[in-house]
């Protein structure tokens, strides 16, 4: 039982280790990865501006032909108008060519809202397009910068996993799923040690005195009952009380 809880320590402290690097490369990842997206998002935002701006310039070059034709309208008519001796038909005339100016009025302001918009649109396109240039910049940067440390730490995995092949090889297939089924429960921790007052160090909660009365024996392999993680006594666990309390407590127990 000895040799079974020496390689379960070995394995929790190979996983230990391994999880140190894993969390750091995937803060790494992570990190590159929210850039992307934010630079993902911005471009879409970018692209939309975009959109509406051909849209605006599209609207601003009809109407603006649009205007140039009328505007011709109301001269041929003011020439008209010079030739006419009938004072109804000038009359008429003049209320076209009255009707035709209010129009092209209109007109003329909606063109220079269009106008308006076109240029601000430019103006945060320009803005859009400075700030997105810099995040791609930020992101080959980091991409960069990190690609040595996640090379470092892809190894130190790798390195890692070889020497966790080496310690399964010690145990049985019913302990190994044992660990791991608690391990994945426990985040990752799944044996610690007992205290000889019989406390937990997983939970910080006590053993039945008869429990640990197997667990300082250490011949077979205890789980806690609260948390159910594999426990071991600890070589040098912190005094909880006085050692004639304790031997009174796995006196009590037998």
């Not at 501006?49 to 849209?55: G, H, I, N, V």
């Not at 007109?107 to 103006?123: P, R, S, Y």
């Not at 890692?160 to 994945?184: G, H, M």
Request: with cysteine; hydrophobic share 35%.
């Amino acid at each position: 039982m000895e040799a079974i809880l020496t390689n379960l320590l070995a394995l929790q402290a190979v996983d230990d280790e391994v999880r140190q690097f894993q969390v750091e490369r995937d803060e790494l990842h992570d990190k590159i990865t929210r850039l992307k997206e934010l630079l993902t998002l911005m471009t879409t935002a970018l692209n939309e501006k975009r959109a509406k701006l051909d849209e605006a310039t599209r609207w601003y070059r009809e109407k603006d032909a649009e205007l140039k034709v009328d505007n011709e309208k109301v001269k041929r008519a003011k020439t008209k108008l010079q030739t006419v001796t009938k004072n109804r038909e000038f009359m008429a005339m003049q209320r076209e060519i009255e009707t035709l100016r209010k129009a092209n009025l209109s007109k003329e302001e909606e063109i220079m809202k269009l106008v308006q918009a076109i240029d601000e649109f430019k103006a945060s396109i320009a803005t859009e397009e400075e700030k997105i240039a810099a995040l791609q910049s930020e992101v080959s940067e980091e991409e960069k910068s990190n690609a040595n440390r996640l090379a470092e730490l892809e190894e130190k995995i790798s390195s890692i996993a070889d020497r966790r092949s080496v310690i399964l090889e010690k145990l049985q297939p019913r302990i190994i799923t044992l660990y791991e089924r608690i391990a994945k429960a426990r985040r990752g921790t799944a044996i610690v040690p007992v205290s000889r007052q019989g406390t937990c160090f997983g939970c910080n909660q006590r053993l039945t005195p008869r429990q640990l009365q197997l667990v300082l024996r250490g011949e077979t392999l205890e789980q806690c009952p609260y948390c159910t993680r594999i426990v071991y006594k600890a070589k040098e666990p912190p005094a909880e009380t006085t050692e004639d309390s304790v031997d009174v407590n796995v006196a009590d127990a037998v």
